[in-house]
C-alpha cells in the first residue's frame, strides 16, 4: 500500500483517486501523525512508499507543518508534490525562496537527464529534442537551491527548479501538480511512481475486495446482530448488500419513507432488497407523521431541520425496539452505515481545515452511543466510484448504483414554500416523466441517454398558479421548473444544454399527463450565484 500524508490541499483526494485507479491500495493520512506512528504502520512490511501532497501554506511560516522525519528514514521511496516537493527540499537541507508572485495555471515542464520517475513520459519534444510535459503549478513559494545528494529533474522558464531526484535514496519531488488532469501525463507519472519505483502490485480490484470485506465484516460481528438505516440512495444500499452478502439474516434494514420520496420509490428498494436479496427489511411509513409536523412551515432551513428531527427520531424508536431481545433475537449490537473515504476526510479523519462538513441526516450521527451500539462501516475505505463498482459487482442494478444524487429532505425542499400531500403527488408524477425522457433521449456525439450526460435532474414544484387553455376551456393551475445540471463536485455547476426535443417532448407529456400543472419552465441558471437546489 501506499500512505498519502496530507498537508491540506484541495486536491489530496484526487491523489488518492488517482492511485486507486492504478488498482493500487493507499491511504490519506494527515501529515501531522507522529514518526513512532508512521513507524508502526510501516511495520508490518505492506508500506511501499509515501507521498506528500501539497498544501496551502508555505514552509517559512512558523504554523506550517513538516513531514515526519521518520518519512525520510524508512529506506521507502518519497514522492512530493508542490508543498510536499518544499518541505522535502526544506527538510533534507535545500534552500525554499518565497515567491512574490504566485505561479497558477498551465505550464510547460522540461525534463532533464534521465530519471526512473519521467524518463519516456512526455507531451512534446521541442526542436532542440528536449522532452516537455504540459503541467499544472499552483505555487508562492520555490525550491531554489537543491539538497545535498539531489540532481535537477525538471525545470520551467519561471521555476528553474520544477522537481528534483535522489535516485540513491528514491526520493522524488515535483512542483506541478501530477494529480490533476490539466496535467495531461499525470496518472502515468503517478503509476510510474508507485508501480515501478515503489514496487507495489497493481492487485486492487472490486472482486477481490467483496471477499477480504465479507470476512472482515464476519469477523468483526460474529454471530451480533446489526441493524442498518437503508434510504435507497447509493451508499446505503451498497453497505446492505455488503453486510447481507457477509451476516445474511443477522442484518435488518430499516427504511423509513417520510412521504417525500420519489414516484414508486418505496416500493422499489423493497422489490430489491426484500424481494431479490431476501433481505430483512422493516419498511416504517412515516408520511402522516412527517407532513403533520412540517404543515404551516415554509422557510428552508426550518423544513430541513423537522425532517432531520422526525427520521432520527422514527429510526431511532425502530433501532431501540430491535436492540431489545426477545424470544428470536438477541437484540442488535451494531448500527451499520455508509459512511464512504471522502466523509471520512471531511470530517477530520485527515488533515483538511477548511472542509466543510456536509452530513445528510441519513448519517444518525450521536445515535450508536445514545443506544449503545457499535459502529460497522465498511466502506469507509472507498471513493464514490469504487462503492458504485462495488454496488454492480453485488449484483445490484445498474440504475440503482449510478442513480443522480437526491438529498436527504428529498421532496420537501424541491416544493418551495409549505409542503402539502397534494403538491407532492403531483411533483413526483411531473418529475418521474422528466426522468424517463432523460433516460430515453439519447445524445448522438456520446452514444450516452441525457440522463447519463448531467449529474443531476429533477423537477422543482412551484405553488404558483398561472392561466391556460385546454381544448375549448380556461386552467388555472400550478407550475413546475426543470433543473438539469453538469457538474463535477456540485460546488459549481452549469444548467445543462438539454436538446429543445427533449424539452418539448417532457413538457408536452407532463401538461398532458399531469392534471393540476399547466405550464413547465427551464431554469437556466448556474451554481454560483444559484444554488442546485431551489431551497
Ligand atoms: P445546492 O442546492 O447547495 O446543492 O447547490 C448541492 C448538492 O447538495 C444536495 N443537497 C442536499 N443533500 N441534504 C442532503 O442530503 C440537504 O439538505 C441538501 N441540500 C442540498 C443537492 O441535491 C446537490 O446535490
Redesign the pocket.
Known amino acids: 500500500k501506499i500512505l498519502i500524508l496530507d498537508f491540506g490541499s484541495q486536491v489530496t483526494q484526487l491523489i488518492a483517486r488517482r492511485i486507486r485507479e492504478a488498482h493500487v491500495f493507499c491511504e490519506v493520512h494527515p501529515c501531522d501523525v507522529s514518526d513512532d506512528w508512521i513507524r508502526a504502520y510501516a511495520r508490518d512490511g505492506k508500506l511501499k512508499g509515501i507521498i506528500l501532497s501539497g498544501s496551502h501554506a508555505s514552509v517559512y511560516e512558523d504554523t506550517t507543518d513538516k513531514a515526519p522525519q521518520a518519512v525520510f528514514e524508512l529506506g521507502l521511496p518519497v514522492l512530493g508534490i508542490c508543498y510536499g516537493m518544499q518541505t522535502m527540499a526544506h527538510q533534507l537541507g535545500g534552500l525554499v525562496t518565497s515567491g512574490h508572485q504566485r505561479e497558477f495555471g498551465h505550464a510547460n515542464v522540461r525534463a532533464h537527464g534521465h530519471t526512473a520517475l519521467l524518463d519516456g513520459i512526455q507531451d512534446f519534444t521541442t526542436p532542440e529534442g528536449h522532452g516537455m510535459l504540459q503541467v499544472w503549478m499552483s505555487h508562492g513559494d520555490k525550491v531554489t537551491e537543491l539538497p545535498p545528494g539531489f540532481k535537477l529533474m525538471a525545470s520551467t522558464d519561471s521555476c528553474p527548479i520544477a522537481g528534483m531526484a535522489d535516485e540513491v535514496r528514491r526520493f522524488y519531488a515535483v512542483q506541478f501538480h501530477p494529480e490533476v488532469t490539466h496535467t495531461k501525463r499525470g496518472a502515468a507519472i503517478l503509476e510510474r511512481f508507485v508501480l515501478d519505483i515503489c514496487a507495489t502490485r497493481a492487485d486492487w480490484i472490486m472482486g477481490d475486495y467483496i471477499s477480504e470485506a465479507v470476512e472482515a465484516i464476519r469477523a468483526q460481528v460474529g454471530d451480533e446482530e446489526v441493524i442498518l438505516g437503508l434510504s435507497g440512495g447509493v451508499d446505503s444500499s451498497v453497505a446492505a448488500a455488503l453486510i447481507h452478502r457477509a451476516i445474511g439474516d443477522q442484518l435488518t434494514c430499516v427504511f423509513v419513507d417520510h412521504g417525500l420520496l420519489r414516484l414508486n420509490e418505496g416500493d422499489m428498494v423493497m422489490e430489491m432488497f426484500v424481494g431479490k436479496l431476501h433481505a430483512k427489511v422493516i419498511r416504517v411509513d412515516a408520511s402522516d407523521q412527517f407532513l403533520g409536523q412540517l404543515a404551516g412551515v415554509s422557510d428552508p432551513e426550518a423544513k ?1 431541520k423537522i425532517i432531520g428531527r422526525e427520521f432520527v427520531e422514527v429510526f431511532k424508536a425502530q433501532a431501540l425496539a430491535l436492540t431489545a431481545s426477545g424470544a428470536s433475537t438477541k437484540g442488535a449490537k451494531w448500527l451499520a452505515q455508509g459512511t464512504i473515504y471522502p466523509d471520512v476526510i471531511e470530517s477530520g479523519g485527515a488533515k483538511n481545515k477548511k472542509a466543510v462538513v456536509i452530513k ?1 441526516h441519513h448519517n444518525v450521527g450521536g445515535l450508536p452511543e445514545q443506544l449503545g451500539l457499535k459502529l460497522l462501516e465498511p466502506l469507509r475505505e472507498l471513493f464514490k466510484d469504487e462503492v458504485r463498482e462495488l454496488g454492480v459487482a453485488l449484483g445490484l442494478p445498474y440504475h440503482m448504483v449510478y442513480r443522480h ?1 437526491f ?3 428529498g421532496l420537501g ?1 424541491r416544493i418551495l414554500g409549505e409542503v402539502k400531500k397534494e403538491y407532492a403527488d403531483l411533483l413526483r408524477r411531473a418529475d418521474a416523466i422528466f426522468i424517463e425522457e432523460l433516460n430515453n433521449f439519447v445524445d448522438e456525439a456520446t452514444g450516452k441517454t441525457w440522463y447519463e450526460l448531467t449529474s ?1 435532474a429533477f423537477t422543482v414544484f412551484l405553488p404558483v398558479k398561472s392561466v391556460g387553455v385546454m381544448g375549448d376551456g380556461r386552467t388555472y393551475d400550478y407550475v413546475v421548473a426543470l433543473r438539469a445540471v453538469q457538474t463535477s463536485d ?1 460546488m459549481t455547476a452549469d444548467w445543462a444544454e438539454l436538446p429543445y426535443a427533449l424539452l418539448k417532448k417532457v413538457s408536452s407529456r407532463i401538461i398532458n399527463e399531469v392534471r393540476g400543472i399547466n405550464r413547465v419552465t427551464y431554469d437556466v441558471s448556474s ?1 454560483p450565484p444559484a ?3 431551489w431551497e
Do not use: L, M, N, W
Open positions: 430541513r445528510s444524487p438529498p436527504g429532505p425542499v443531476q456540485f451554481k444554488t442546485i437546489e
